[in-house]
């Protein structure tokens, strides 16, 4: 018996794989990483940045209770490690390790940190 959603999966990737980049790298001693992607782009983000955009549960549960810190200034990324071809499980130096970062949602986080320095 076929599953209802088997044609659609069938269809496209639940990613972008033009997200997935050709080379990723920590810099800084874990305080950004490099981005560069098939098309050419680039870009940098913060460690910090990256944590404080965590979407694991933990992340999502402290934010609904009001818990989730405004900053992490010192954290780094002490952790890169890849997950199929779609995204990246980044742990922190502040001992955060649940953060599954799909590509797309890390290229999306790249463009929206370099969007305020090009309109200053």
């Known amino acids: 018996m076929d599953h209802p ?4 999966a069938a269809e496209t990737p639940p990613f972008d794989p033009a997200d997935t980049p050709e080379q990723a790298t920590l810099r800084k001693g874990g305080r950004e990483l490099a981005l560069a992607w098939p098309d ?15 979407r694991c549960a933990w992340c999502v549960r402290a934010r609904v209770d009001g818990r989730f810190p405004t900053a992490f200034e ?6 890169v490690e890849p997950l199929g071809g779609y995204a990246v499980h980044l742990t922190f130096s502040d001992g955060h390790d649940r953060g599954v970062f799909p590509w ?17």
Do not use: D, F, K, Q
């Not at 959603?5 to 659609?8: E, G």
């Not at 050419?40 to 965590?54: D, H, K, P, T, Y």
């Not at 010192?74 to 952790?79: D, F, L, R, S």
């Open 5 to 8: 959603l088997a044609a659609l």
């Open 40 to 54: 050419g782009g680039s870009a940098v983000i913060g460690a910090e940045a990256m944590r404080l955009a965590c």
């Open 104 to 120: 797309t949602y890390l290229r999306r986080l790249t463009a929206e940190a370099a969007a305020p320095a090009r309109a200053a």
């Open 74 to 79: 010192a954290v780094e990324v002490t952790g």
